[in-house]
């Protein structure tokens, strides 16, 4: 059979598909293109004019970001550029609040990439009749792990599914947290409710009062406001 022509058009390296990103849509690293046939609309614009037909346990985590940036001023004035001006000023607010500037950059980006991502998409579903439930995980693993990584981008999985690695830290108080999140999970799948067929703790987002669940040493509702 000959080969596809179209193939060996599109074919190449991960590298030469990664420059040629740069290249034509620079401004669109990681995130979707819209093209107007493919991609429609950009997620944001389709979940506020559609809502999100499914019911949702969605969340992040407290230090999202704080393995990829570092304590450069110029750095975080460039991530705070980039962001849109309406929304700069309270973002740059949060991120004096705490005492570094890594730590700052890291609480802005979060915020921007994942903590408001996830309550975005619970308030679609919420508007389109659909339930949905907003965690924020908080643990941070003792010993220099935890002073390295904190809350990570991803810390939250070996929980999920008990598949702690051994390079990392392990406390009687992640055994703990690993049950509770293995039963909010499970439970949703059953149930379609973390909390399981009895009324619990964690409660249904609410876009005129959101709160989230805090998953971490201690587990208990907060306020949108606290992060």
Known sequence: MPANPTWRRCAGSSR???EAAL???PDHPYTPV???KSVLASPARAYAGEGIPYDLLIGSNEDEWYMYVDADPQGLAKDLAAIA????GLLEARAAREPDVRTGRDKAVTLVNMVCPSYLMAGAARSAGHNAWVYQFTRVRPGPGGVALRSYHGA???YVFDTH???LAHAAADDVLTDRMIDYWSSFA???DPNG???GVWPLFDPEDPRAMKLGDQMAPMAAADY
């Open 16 to 18: 030469e598909i990664w």
């Open 34 to 36: 819209v093209d107007g």
């Open 165 to 167: 690695d051994d390079w």
């Open 197 to 199: 067929p009895h009324k």
């Open 156 to 158: 939250e999985i070996p």
């Open 85 to 88: 001006p309406a929304a700069r």
């Open 190 to 192: 059953r149930y379609g």
């Open 23 to 25: 290249r034509h849509v």
